[in-house]
């Protein structure tokens, strides 16, 4: 009889529980648009005002959450029957940040702001043989452009060496101070240590060891690619040749990009068909006069092809799509959810080119993926995990890249369809993925081990280094010290925004792509797989974006690839003609680079 009490009581409680969880919802939708709505106000206009009001919002939010963290963790939620209504007791409850105190909690936005608009406001000035003393360069679009398309070394030095001294190089202060109240809060969450809070994100307990085999796995892709990239560098930059280090790292400012971290714009340089076209289509794009909306329709068009949802006529009217100019803004792509059921917007300072053009692709995947669970409890308006959201624009950006996609929607007038033109194609590919892959790693490998108190301060930036050696084997072009802090002259350490997610999306998006291949009844191989206009394709990842985080990722995985595992052979599988093009031709070359940075570039 006791039991049987208990029992109806514990029913009683978890019918209670699902109410309150209803009431939650609906307020937790008005109190998150309003935060998103200051963000977005912030982010597109970095006024004191609007700062001061994103604050305030914020913090508006985080009473809110704290409060429902509470109020939820007094249901015995681990006992309900219902599961999934257990798991959204569990996400409410696990507040974050908002666990600090009102003054730590305002200190820890005021700082993460005050970084973003140094980060997104820093212009480098006194340009070696500028006329205009006043000439400055931005990051976005200035900067980025010299480091992808100037060949002298000296300028792109410059534009290097510029960024880091007016970005990461004010920040080391602030942002210890900010890394030791995410540790705090952390801590108070009964987390080891930040770090240890985002690891839990992919609910897996050996998600670092995951990683960590992966990249073992992947590590001789990326050395065969490194060694034949630093041998086409040397010949283009042959009148410097006594400046590469003899320790086989590639100087960092050589790769078309100012962290290194994606090589496609050094492509004529490297592709295997020199005499051949590269697939590369921004100049035919700049001739066919393509415009930022022309290259959003494109995109979309690409999803609904799929009959996936389309864009929503507020997307439209209030998506930012190039750098204004008349305000500051925060130019670093970015997609919002604001939590309404009906604001999704993007924010890009699009430029006309193919990169812009995946980047396009990219955002939008988010934005697919916001539209797709939008009816889902907010808890559970997230992708499976980080790396899901990370991966679908990617997908669709795998088909978008094949020369007969590019060739289909005219942009590819002269491809000739021979061994050499798919060595190209791959080539390009592996410019911009397996190029990626150590960065992807090691930015919150760096990051964890600040949180863990492994990297102090005083070796922010000789640990920064230590791991773009080892793990990258590029070099600084010119010496670092212990006082510059290159790792916040990248956007997602001022902004703190966990990049591991775009590591796991690297390995996840090919295994989406062979999914939704094989549902499309593809016959190429994977590299050349188009998924264009295949509604079974489209219903394969728009099932796993229904699913928002309501399940954990390894049954989405499951139900789509039929694996509950992480795993590269997609991925290689993909990559392989080309690995067996990169070995022969590196044959008897030497491969890899030492551990440490060439001697006297770190200066502690
Ligand atoms: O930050 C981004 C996106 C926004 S989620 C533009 N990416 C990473 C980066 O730029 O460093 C996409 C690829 C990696
Ligand atoms: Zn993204």
Redesign the pocket.
């Known amino acids: 009889m006791v039991a049987l009490g208990l029992f109806a009581l514990a029913l009683a409680n978890e019918e209670e529980a699902r109410q309150w969880a209803e009431e939650y919802n609906a307020e937790a939708q008005v109190v998150w648009y309003d935060n998103v709505v200051a963000s977005w106000n912030y982010n597109t206009n970095l006024t004191d005002y609007n700062q001061d009001e994103s604050l305030k919002y914020s913090a508006i939010k985080a009473a809110f959450d704290r409060e429902s963290g509470l109020t939820a963790s007094s249901y015995d939620y681990e006992n309900f029957e219902d599961q999934l209504l257990a798991r959204q007791f569990r996400k409410i409850a696990d507040i974050g940040e908002a666990v600090l105190s009102e003054e730590d909690f305002n200190r820890q936005s005021e700082l993460r702001a005050e970084m973003q608009r140094i980060y997104s406001t820093a212009e480098a000035c006194n340009k070696p043989g500028d006329d205009d003393p006043d000439k400055c360069y931005p990051l976005d679009p200035d900067l980025e452009q010299i480091m992808a398309t100037s060949t002298d070394w000296d300028e792109l030095k410059w534009a290097w060496e510029s960024w880091r001294d007016v970005s990461g190089r004010l920040m080391p202060d602030m942002y210890e101070e900010y890394a030791g109240l995410l540790n705090k809060a952390a801590d108070m969450n009964g987390y080891d240590d930040n770090g240890d809070y985002w690891r839990s994100w992919y609910e897996m307990e050996t998600f670092a060891e995951e990683c960590e085999r992966i990249w073992q796995q992947l590590r001789p892709l990326y050395e065969q690619l490194h060694a034949y990239v630093l041998r086409k560098l040397k010949e283009v930059h042959a009148d410097h040749i006594d400046e590469f280090p003899f320790t086989g790292h590639i100087p960092a400012h050589l790769l078309g990009n100012m ?1 290194s ?2 090589w496609g714009n050094i492509e004529e340089f490297v592709r295997p068909a020199p005499e051949k076209p590269g697939l590369d289509v921004t100049e035919e794009m700049i001739r066919q006069g393509y415009t930022p909306l022309k290259m959003f329709e494109l995109s979309e068009e690409f999803f609904t092809s799929l009959g996936l949802i389309p864009m929503t006529e507020k997307f439209w009217d209030d998506t930012m799509m190039v750098k204004p100019d008349d305000r500051d803004v925060v130019c ?4 919002w959810d604001f939590y309404n059921q009906e604001d999704f917007r993007i924010k ?1 300072c699009t430029e006309v080119s193919m990169s812009w053009l995946i ?1 396009t692709h ?2 939008m995947g ?1 934005v697919e993926y916001f539209l797709q669970y939008k009816d889902l409890p907010v808890q559970y308006r997230d992708g499976g995990n980080p790396g899901f959201h ?1 991966a679908i624009g ?1 997908v669709l950006a795998l088909s978008v890249s094949t020369p007969e996609h590019l060739e289909e929607i005219g942009l590819l007038p002269d491809f000739e369809d021979d061994p050499d033109g798919d060595l190209n194609f791959l080539m390009n590919q592996a410019l911009a993925k397996i190029a ?1 892959i150590p960065f ?1 790693y090691l930015i919150d490998q760096w990051r964890w081990n600040v949180f863990s108190g492994e990297t102090q301060k005083e070796d922010y930036n000789t640990d920064w280094w230590e791991m773009r050696c080892r793990y990258q084997g590029v070099a600084p072009p010119v010496g670092r010290l212990a006082t510059d802090f290159d790792a916040g002259a ?3 350490v001022p902004a703190n ?1 966990p ?1 591991i997610r ?1 590591f796991i ?1 690297h390995i996840l998006q090919f295994q989406f792509h062979k999914a939704m291949c094989d549902a499309a009844g593809n016959t190429n191989p994977l590299h050349r797989c188009d998924v264009y206009r295949s509604e079974e394709a489209g219903t394969a990842i728009g099932d796993l974006m229904k699913l928002g985080s309501s399940v954990h990722w390894e049954e989405a995985l499951e139900a789509m690839t039929g694996t509950t595992e992480m795993s590269a052979e997609p991925l290689v599988e993909y990559f392989g003609p080309l690995l067996e093009w990169l070995e022969e031709q590196n044959a008897g070359e030497t491969i890899g680079w030492s551990n440490e940075c060439p001697e006297g570039t770190i200066v502690p």
């Open positions: 962290w971290q994606s670093h792509a970015s997609a890009q980047t990219h955002e988010h990370e990617d990626f992807g990248k956007y997602h925004t990049y775009y999306s």
